[in-house]
């Protein structure tokens, strides 16, 4: 069987993993030759004793069997609930010393103090994860579980080291039209998810709470609403009904890990992010960057002393659109080392209420010289000099030019669905597109003239598209004449030429993508996605019903992301937390066999039908389990197959490492006596499952 099935936790597991509070181990040391020491602290007591009801000292001290170190305080330790201040920690040779501050704790509360990494042994460094000290300040303690997954809603990924907030749903206002209880109130539980994504929330009551996410992103355990992605859920739920669902060790990571009961998809919550001018910098000598804190920004003026407004190119830099550069077309002997000036736009006030706002701009830009020009303008000099000493006239010699084509490739392959992109380091003033000439050749030798178009990007003046009757069977030349193109620097190109050949059909692969929607009007994008890194290679957008042939596509495995874009604007939306609104959807295609990655072929076609209303349908756990179990399955196939390429086998030393890991748990308490059981029963793969239900 996949998992043994046990009922509850009850006082027999505490029985079980007792004697690792009360044994005394010897210390572990590293002989000195020997193998590098791998293990974290062992917890050999605990006084008051963990799980202490109605708890009355404010120092807890804790013997580990080494000296230990604290790492990371800042990021790693929280309680759950939040305590007015955080305990002060202290090390008294092997004994850490938990200071509880005055005044911080509430009545009949049941406490946890999350160490997370905090605890490592002091010679290596080795963490000590699951590390936990529970108690009551009155009354039983609170014993129930309930575990979750937080995903990045867009890109499918695993979000770990979010903090999960529980809030009694019968001690908030019920939200209508608004919620704002992430704002108002502060959470009566708190978890955090482990790298994988998954959390185990712990001893929580049999009530019904609203569960809301957040990532932290600069780990100062606060939601920062626009900076932060959240997550929450549409529902209560209370853990006392909730399915039990399996547990192991994961012996690989060396932390508990879950089946999913919930299910956060995390986005960031843009309603919040307030709109100012975040940084301005002059990057170059003719370019100006402006970076805003929000999309779109709404820029009145732009004025800088000395130039005309009509000289100043401004291109949208970023996908999000909150990136301006600025582009000088101006001489370069006219721009000053120092550039004053402003912009005026609309920015949020201290209400959210957009309202103009000046700010003002000091812009300095220096030319840095390289050794290499350092050392050729002084090599310059001197030949000046000697000249001059000898009475000879000197000229200097013709320097190169300084114009550049951004990412330039002497040979290529065109894609004809896409064309040939152009890309240049700066804008263009001039572009004699009649002195650009195109040659092919076939098989037998003939050259013949092509006709060539050359189609100017909408947003920005330094991408063009080259298009013409492109044939895989043909080579090409691509030849730019001197001074065809010129830029805002007045720099004129150097003769250059590219060598072009086109990608044929027949040594690609083909999708046929059936597309049935969910509803008439909605539309999709299709992302391709070569290998099982999350880089987008291909995007469809504006996909309705009916089939669509998307050609060229690489030999090799690729999933398929598809993103609903219900409202048709081309592109993901993220939700809105206070509105009660989700992000829009993606998920990755899966066959009939429930798998994700398909292995395309050279020349053939493969048709894929997509029925949205299934591929959309709402997610039930089992569904999650089974995703998670497959991608699981996946990392660890890769990880052994690189294991196996590099000739590491070295199943005992994991073996020895994974007990240790589990050891180091027991002294968490009872999910940490759960973590050395599975530790111990798992070692050589990584998972081993128990059952448990929410209830202890």
Not at 397 to 422: I, Y
């Amino acid at each position: 069987m996949r998992r043994s099935v046990v009922g509850t936790l009850s006082a027999a597991v505490l029985l079980l993993f007792g004697g690792a509070f009360f044994s005394r181990c010897a210390s572990v040391g590293t002989p000195e030759g020997g193998p590098k020491d791998t293990l974290p602290p062992v917890v050999l007591g605990m006084m008051p004793y963990n799980y202490t009801e109605s708890l009355t000292t404010k120092r807890i001290a804790v013997e580990f069997n080494e000296y230990i170190q604290l790492k990371d305080q800042q990021k790693e330790l929280y309680t759950s609930p939040a305590m007015k201040k955080n305990p002060t920690l202290l090390m008294r040779g092997k004994t850490l010393l938990i200071d509880i501050k005055d005044d911080s704790l509430l009545p009949n509360t049941t406490y946890a103090i999350e160490f997370g990494a905090t605890v490592a042994d002091n010679n290596e460094g080795n963490p000590l994860h699951g590390f936990r000290y529970v108690f009551s300040t009155g009354g039983p303690i609170d014993s129930l579980f309930m575990s979750g997954y937080t995903e990045d809603s867009e890109k499918l990924d695993s979000l770990g080291r979010t903090f999960i907030y529980f809030f009694e749903a019968d001690s908030v206002a019920e939200p209508k039209e608004y919620d704002s209880t992430i704002f108002n109130y502060k959470p009566s539980k708190i978890a955090r998810s482990k790298g994988n994504g998954i959390f185990i929330a712990q001893n929580l009551k049999p009530v019904p709470y609203r569960i809301y996410a957040f990532f932290d992103s600069n780990d100062n355990q606060l939601y920062e609403p626009g900076i932060d992605k959240i997550g929450f859920l549409d529902e209560v739920y209370n853990p006392l009904e909730m399915p039990p669902f399996g547990v192991w060790y994961d012996s690989l990571r060396h932390y508990l890990s879950a089946d999913p009961q919930l299910y956060f998809r995390m986005f960031t919550d843009e309603s919040f992010v307030r709109q100012t001018l975040s940084e301005h910098n002059r990057p170059d000598r003719h370019k100006v960057d402006l970076q805003f804190a929000a999309r779109n920004p709404q820029i009145l003026e732009i004025k800088l002393d000395g130039i005309n407004s009509k000289d100043i190119i401004i291109e949208p830099h970023s996908s999000r659109r909150d990136t301006l550069h600025l582009w000088l077309n101006v001489p370069s002997e006219s721009l000053p080392d120092t550039i004053r000036g402003f912009v005026r736009y609309m920015k949020h006030d201290s209400v959210r209420m957009l309202r103009e706002d000046t700010a003002k701009l000091r812009l300095v830009w220096r030319l840095i010289e390289s050794r290499e020009q350092e050392r050729e303008r002084e090599r310059l000099e001197k030949e000046k000099a000697k000249a001059e000493a000898e009475g000879l006239e000197w000229t200097p010699p013709p320097t190169p030019s300084k114009f550049k084509f951004e990412k330039f490739q002497a040979s290529a392959e065109v894609n004809p669905e896409l064309d040939l992109p152009l890309e240049f380091a700066t804008p263009l003033t001039r572009f004699d597109s009649l002195k650009v000439e195109m040659l092919s050749w076939g098989e037998k030798g003939d050259t013949l003239p092509e006709n060539i178009h050359f189609i100017p990007d909408s947003l920005s003046q330094r991408k063009w598209r080259v298009r013409a009757d492109w044939n895989p069977k043909r080579k090409y030349q691509l030849y730019f004449p001197k001074d065809a193109l010129a830029d805002i620097t007045g720099e004129g190109n150097d003769s250059v030429s590219m060598s072009l050949t086109v990608s044929d059909k027949e040594k690609y692969a083909t999708l046929n993508l059936n597309v049935t929607p969910r509803h008439p009007d909605y539309k999709y994008i299709v992302q391709i996605i070569e290998g099982s890194a999350n880089k987008v290679s291909r995007e469809i957008r504006d996909l309705g019903s009916g089939i669509h042939t998307v050609y060229y596509i690489p030999a090799g495995d690729v999933r398929l992301r598809i993103i609903e874009d219900v409202n048709g604007n081309g592109k993901w939306d993220s939700g809105n937390m206070v509105e009660m609104r989700q992000s829009e959807r993606a998920e990755f295609y899966k066959n009939e066999q429930e798998e994700e990655m398909m292995t395309t072929k050279t020349g053939w076609e493969f048709d894929i039908s997509l029925d949205m209303a299934r591929l959309f349908e709402p997610v039930s756990m089992e569904q999650l389990i089974e995703r998670l179990d497959k991608r699981e399955a996946d990392r660890l196939e890769k990880l052994e197959e690189e294991r196996r390429k590099q000739g590491n086998q070295q199943k005992g030393q994991q073996g020895g490492s994974m007990m240790g890991g589990g050891m180091g748990s027991m002294g968490g308490g009872m999910m940490g006596g759960m973590g050395g059981m599975m530790g111990g029963s798992g070692a050589g793969s990584s998972r081993s499952d128990m059952m448990m239900n929410s209830g202890r």
